[in-house]
C-alpha cells in the first residue's frame, strides 16, 4: 500500500513538473491595448498610371526616367525644367538631390500640375532631379532625370517683352495705378532667358549696364505706380555679356 501510494505521488510530481513546464514555454500573449504591441501600418496604395510624375522642357522635349540629358543653362526654353503630370487632381514634390520626395522631404514646396513653375539653373554643374505625384496619401514611383547644366557658346538673347496681365502690348498703353497687388495694374517684363539682367530705363533713354533706372533678374520683374504719372519705358536684357536689342514702351498709369 506504502509502495503504491509511493507511485501515485511520484506520477502527481511528474504531471505537475511537465505542466510547469509548458507553461513556462508557451508564448506570452499580447493584450490588444497594451501600448507596446506592434502597430500595423497599411500599405499605401501606389499612383502607377503612365506620365503620372515626369519632365518635360518649355519647348516640349520629353524625357525617360532614369536618364541623364545636357540642358542650357540661363533658363531659355530648351533649359527650363517643367514638372508635369498626365492628371490635374494630384500634388507634386521634387528634389533636386536625389533623395526620394515626399510632403515631408521636398525642394520649393508642393506644386500643381496645372501652374508648375519652371527649373532652370546660372551656373554649369549636375543635378540629379527626382518627381512623385501625390494622392490621398499614396505616392508613384519616383521619375529621376540627371541634367548636365552647360553654358551656351553663343546664345541667343532676344529683346524682353512688356505684358499686362498676361497679354503682350507694345507702342503705347494707359495702366491703373496701384499698389501692385493686381497683376492686371501692373506691367511685367519677360525674357528669353529667366537668369539674364535687365537694365531698364523709364525716361526714353538707351539703357545699358552703365545706364538704366532699375536693373534686376529677368524673372518675375514688374512695374506698376501708386500715383498718375507718364513714363517711356526701355529694357535691354543681358545674358553672359551678351546685350539683347531694346525694347520700348510708353505707359500712362492713371486713376
Do not use: K
Request: glycine share 8%; proline share 11%; with cysteine.
Amino acid at each position: 500500500m506504502r509502495t503504491m501510494s509511493r507511485v501515485v505521488v511520484g506520477a502527481l510530481v511528474v504531471w505537475l513538473i511537465a505542466g510547469c513546464a509548458t507553461q513556462e514555454e508557451a508564448p506570452p500573449q499580447i493584450d490588444p491595448a497594451d501600448p507596446v504591441a506592434p502597430v500595423v501600418v497599411p500599405r499605401e496604395p501606389v499612383l502607377s498610371e503612365p506620365g503620372i510624375a515626369s519632365f518635360r522642357t518649355a519647348d516640349g522635349t520629353g524625357f525617360r526616367t532614369e536618364t541623364i540629358v545636357t540642358l542650357p543653362t540661363g533658363g531659355p526654353p530648351a533649359g527650363r525644367l517643367v514638372p508635369t503630370s498626365s492628371r490635374d487632381d494630384v500634388t507634386l514634390y521634387v528634389t533636386r538631390d536625389g533623395s526620394v520626395p515626399s510632403a515631408a522631404n521636398n525642394w520649393d514646396g508642393p506644386i500643381d500640375p496645372r501652374a508648375p513653375r519652371p527649373i532652370s539653373r546660372p551656373l554649369e554643374g549636375v543635378a540629379s532631379y527626382r518627381i512623385v505625384a501625390a494622392l490621398d496619401g499614396g505616392y508613384s514611383e519616383p521619375f529621376t532625370l540627371t541634367v548636365i547644366w552647360e553654358h551656351e557658346d553663343d546664345p541667343d538673347v532676344g529683346a524682353p517683352v512688356f505684358t499686362v496681365n498676361g497679354r503682350e502690348v507694345s507702342g503705347s498703353v494707359t495702366i491703373p495705378v496701384s499698389g501692385g497687388d493686381n497683376p492686371a495694374n501692373r506691367l511685367e517684363i519677360t525674357c528669353t532667358y529667366l537668369s539674364s539682367m535687365l537694365y531698364i530705363t523709364r525716361d526714353g533713354t538707351q539703357p545699358s549696364v552703365d545706364n538704366f533706372w532699375r536693373s534686376q533678374p529677368c524673372e518675375g520683374t514688374y512695374i506698376w505706380s501708386p500715383d498718375p504719372t507718364s513714363a517711356e519705358y526701355r529694357a535691354i536684357t543681358v545674358w553672359r555679356g551678351v546685350g539683347s536689342p531694346v525694347a520700348s514702351l510708353d505707359v500712362e498709369w492713371s486713376d
